[in-house]
């Protein structure tokens, strides 16, 4: 909703809208619902409404959030942590939900298919600058460091043995 927009009479119907733009945790939901200036009781009990319902759920969100970083927009699982944990989402919840879907083997592998995609995209450019251009790329994306230059230097390996 646009913030011009009269605050909706019924607390139910702008629950219900904020979620079919896309899923929410509860704190953000609580949060919208603050912003648009429903009284603490009235958007707890909507909020309270909502999860014995099914409609708010933290542990599906952040489920769904690591799968679609992963496969999506691909980030580091310190990434991912760092933002579910700024959307509302209980540490531990995060850390359990991690482990379940986003194991830290599969952190390199990927890093490593993210690294591969932007090699074959850049190999025409000079080889220091592309190797800088892909820890970066892998740094911004909150890869550690040496998950980053692992990851760089069997891609790099694997494409110098592809060229000859």
Same mark, same amino acid.
């Given at each position: 909703?646009? /913030?011009? @927009?009269?605050k909706?009479?019924? /607390?139910?119907a702008?629950? *219900?809208l904020?979620l ?5 945790s509860?704190?953000?939901a609580?949060?919208? $619902? ?7 009781t009235? =958007?707890?009990? *909507?909020?309270d409404?909502?999860i014995?319902?099914?409609? #708010?759920d933290d542990? %599906? ?8 970083? $992963?496969?999506?927009h /691909?980030l580091? &699982?310190a990434?991912?942590a760092? !933002?579910l944990?700024?959307?509302?989402i209980?540490p531990e #919840?995060v850390?359990?939900t991690?482990?379940?879907e986003y194991p830290? +083997?599969q952190e390199? !592998?990927l890093a490593?298919?993210?690294?591969? =995609?932007r $090699? &074959? @995209?850049? #190999?025409g450019?000079? /080889?220091?600058?592309r190797r @800088? ?6 740094e911004r994306? %909150?890869f550690s460091?040496? +998950? +980053?230059?692992?990851? +760089? *230097?069997a891609?790099?390996? !694997?494409?110098e043995?592809?060229?000859?």
């Amino acid at each position: 909703m646009k /913030p011009n @927009n009269p605050k909706p009479s019924d /607390p139910w119907a702008y629950l *219900t809208l904020l979620l079919r733009y896309r899923p929410r945790s509860i704190a953000e939901a609580r949060q919208r $619902m603050a912003q648009q200036g429903y009284d603490s009781t009235i =958007t707890k009990d *909507t909020i309270d409404q909502a999860i014995a319902t099914g409609l #708010l759920d933290d542990a %599906g969100f952040a489920k769904l959030w690591i799968r679609d970083r $992963m496969w999506h927009h /691909p980030l580091s &699982r310190a990434a991912i942590a760092q !933002e579910l944990r700024q959307k509302g989402i209980d540490p531990e #919840l995060v850390a359990a939900t991690l482990q379940a879907e986003y194991p830290a +083997v599969q952190e390199v !592998e990927l890093a490593t298919g993210l690294a591969e =995609t932007r $090699m &074959r @995209n850049s #190999l025409g450019i000079n /080889p220091d600058k592309r190797r @800088n251009r892909l820890i970066s790329l892998l740094e911004r994306r %909150g890869f550690s460091r040496g +998950v +980053v230059y692992q990851v +760089v *230097t069997a891609v790099e390996k !694997e494409f110098e043995r592809a060229e000859d």
